[in-house]
């Protein structure tokens, strides 16, 4: 399994982008064949939050059909970028070598 991680941070209302999260973006990985689901995390400081992702994926060639050519690029779209203030523009990539058992 490959794990993609992003981050972005925001000073405004947290919940616009956890929703954006929920309603659009689970939405459209969902349909992506080798999708194996994502983690959005937050961290909550005294002026900001900090999110992290997590998307799984069964393959790096299912990460390449999701991402495109260029699969450190971060793929964030404007509605996200409308409710952050500060989003990375590369990803990592990493192979999941321990897993929880199903």
């Known amino acids: 399994m490959i794990v993609r991680i992003w981050s972005a941070r925001t000073s405004g209302d947290p919940s616009a982008y956890e929703q954006e999260f929920r309603d659009h973006v689970l939405d459209a990985l969902g349909g992506l064949d080798g999708f194996r689901g994502a983690y959005l995390l937050r961290r909550t400081a005294a002026t900001s939050t900090e999110y992290v992702t997590l998307t799984l994926f069964d393959s790096f060639a299912d990460v390449r059909r999701f991402a495109g050519p260029d699969v450190d690029a971060a793929n964030v779209s404007p ?21 929880p058992p199903r």
Do not use: I, K, N, W
């Open 79 to 99: 509605a996200a970028r409308a409710v952050l203030d500060d989003v990375d523009e590369r990803v990592r990539h990493y192979t999941a070598v321990v897993t």
